[in-house]
């Protein structure tokens, strides 16, 4: 939710830079922004304490990923619903967003200078990377989580099966982890000022560093 709405962000600075309203909201905005997101997430992740529970498997206490396997049927609407409105809808508008802004970019101007034009290429190419990522993170763990709730909500289906479903849905989970070491990645690489501040705060650590290293050598 929150790369939701840093791509409407993203699209009200390219697509309407001239509207004043959303520049004018301030921190507060923002605050409420976020708050609003927490809200809506602890929301989502409520019902989770109904069906979180712990079983014994070949005399060992287990941890049930989803619930446990008689309540398979109960949870599927709810895993369902939570895919729905923690992945699809946001990646729509995310699709959305970026799409009208490569638009918005690719539209050609004659009297654009080069460095404009330099500035336009690189931001598109962002666009097109962050799609890519966020593609890549969670579109196999939620396809492979809905077809691994489906096939686990219906009776008669083999064990064998079943396994392998549960196998492709728990290998593509570290995929929807994965994104966020590479969007902090991403935007060392596509943000001279988050590469600047990076820098230097490195070189505030090591200087300070080094300060203290010769003081306790000296002494």
């Known amino acids: ?14 697509c309407h830079p ?9 921190k507060r905005f923002t605050w409420l922004v976020c708050a ?9 992740c409520l019902p989770t304490f109904v069906f979180a529970s712990t079983g014994t498997q070949r005399n060992r206490t287990v941890c049930y990923d989803l619930s446990p396997p008689d309540r398979s049927a109960a949870y599927f609407p709810y895993g369902i619903t939570l895919t729905v409105t923690g992945f ?12 009208s802004m490569a638009r918005i970019l690719c539209q050609k101007d004659e009297l654009m200078g080069l460095a ?15 799609v890519l990522v966020f593609s890549v993170s969670f579109v196999p763990f939620h396809v492979t989580k809905s077809i691994y709730l489906l096939v686990r909500s219906s009776p008669g289906l ?4 079943l396994q392998a479903f549960a196998i492709a849905y728990k290998c ?19 943000q001279r000022k988050f590469r600047e501040s990076t820098r230097y705060l490195l070189d505030k650590v090591s200087s300070k560093w ?4 010769c003081v306790n050598y000296g002494s």
Do not use: E
Request: hydrophobic share 50%; glycine share 2%.
């Open 1 to 14: 939710l929150f790369l939701t709405c840093i791509s409407v962000q993203r699209y009200l600075g390219i």
């Open 18 to 26: 001239l509207a004043s309203w959303h520049k004018k909201k301030g």
């Open 36 to 44: 609003v997101v927490w809200l809506l997430v602890i929301a989502q």
């Open 88 to 99: 699809l809808l946001p990646f729509a508008a995310i699709l959305a967003c970026y799409c």
């Open 116 to 130: 404009v034009r330099k500035k336009k290429d690189k931001a598109i190419r962002m666009i097109v990377i962050v």
């Open 158 to 161: 083999p064990c064998p099966a």
């Open 172 to 190: 593509t989970r570290p995929f929807a982890s994965a994104n966020s070491v590479l969007d902090p990645i991403l935007f060392y690489f596509t």
């Open 210 to 213: 080094r300060n203290d290293h």
